[in-house]
């Protein structure tokens, strides 16, 4: 029977081996006995016992082999440190480099411009992995974003609207607009390596629009519309919103041109009593749960089998959310999206 190698065990499995080879020895047991049993050969049974007499009967360890960690490598663990802390904390175009995300080849820039030497990419994917860094797809953020408005509306804002939501007893609702088309590909699908899979996409685009609005507590109210959104089109969804709902209605809205308008303001001013309008800070959609429905929404549109008419495409986009609207805890599980922790605080409080 071949024995085992102990060069492609772990040491905590070869230290075990020590300490059993030992106590056999202590029970009386010989060492062609020893290596049958514990399957190691007859030498290292020998190499151990010889060890642990030379220590003075204590129990013999392995020397640790091979670089200490951080020994030999081309940066300095503080240079290391401090390139690492600029990829985390800052975009390529804050050190004038041309790039606007962090690749190999920017990354290689960044070192030759601050420590005078350019580093193989190679070496520099060797220092990504031990940084733990993966490529990825990036979140989008407009440029436009206003970072103090964004945290005014987190910290200041939505607790106000909380508050006055619980003093009411109202319900909150974050509501949104989105186009839902026939030729958008959310797909992925198995092929053989180094050929990409063929969707086979309607040669008509076809287009359908829906608002919505959803709340914590898991409600969830639609409507399609063909056109584009308008002031009538929103009262008549605000309309049958208030009519679902015996509580007044709190509904927190981006900042569209219609949302603002006259007529949409004169409307709500005259059922105060039964609903407000409140808006996120403009540009922000990551703060808006409905957009996460939206998401999900369009990714089941475009699984499975494709629609090709607007018919088609109106009668899935329904089916989905008419089945979501009846599974509150799939909605509620939308504000535990980590960009919706701020919202707790306030819910609980």
Not at 178 to 191: D, H, L, M, V
Request: glycine fraction near 4%.
């Amino acid at each position: 029977m071949e024995r085992m190698n102990l060069k492609k065990v772990s040491s905590e499995i070869r230290a075990y081996l020590r300490t059993r080879i030992i106590y056999f020895k202590k029970s009386g047991y010989e060492v062609k006995e020893i290596g049958k049993l514990l399957n190691v050969a007859d030498d290292y049974v020998y190499q151990v016992l010889k060890k642990y007499r030379k220590n003075g009967n204590s129990l013999p360890t392995e020397k640790v082999r091979g670089r200490k960690v951080g020994e030999g490598r081309r940066l300095p663990q503080a240079t290391s440190d401090e390139i690492k802390t600029s990829i985390e904390e800052h975009t390529p175009d804050y050190f004038k480099l041309p790039y606007s995300l962090w690749s190999r080849e920017a990354i290689q820039e960044l070192i030759k411009q601050k420590y005078g030497f350019e580093m193989p990419l190679t070496t520099i994917t060797d220092y990504l992995k031990r940084w733990g860094m993966t490529c990825q797809r990036p979140a989008k953020r407009a440029t436009k974003q206003n970072a103090a408005a964004v945290k005014e509306f987190q910290e200041v804002t939505f607790p106000k609207i909380v508050k006055k939501a619980k003093k009411e007893n109202g319900i909150i609702f974050f509501g949104d607009e989105t186009g839902i088309c026939n030729q958008e590909n959310y797909q992925r699908g198995f092929s053989p390596a180094g050929v990409a899979p063929v969707v086979k996409l309607p040669v008509k685009k076809e287009k359908i629009n829906m608002i919505s609005a959803i709340s914590r507590q898991g409600h969830c109210e639609f409507m399609c519309y063909r056109e584009t959104m308008s002031q009538q089109l929103l009262i008549e969804f605000l309309g049958r919103l208030i009519k679902s709902y015996d509580r007044k209605i709190f509904l927190i809205l981006d900042n569209l041109k219609v949302h603002h308008g006259k007529i949409v303001e004169k409307w709500v001013a005259e059922r105060k009593n039964q609903i407000e309008l409140f808006f996120f800070p403009s540009y922000s959609p990551q703060l808006n749960p409905d957009e996460y429905l939206n998401n999900i929404l369009k990714k089941n549109i475009h699984s499975g089998d494709l629609p090709h008419t607007e018919k088609q495409l109106e009668n899935k986009t329904k089916n989905f959310m008419n089945c979501i609207s009846h599974q509150p805890e799939k909605i509620s599980n939308l504000f535990l999206h980590e960009k919706l922790f701020f919202m707790e605080s306030s819910f609980v409080a």
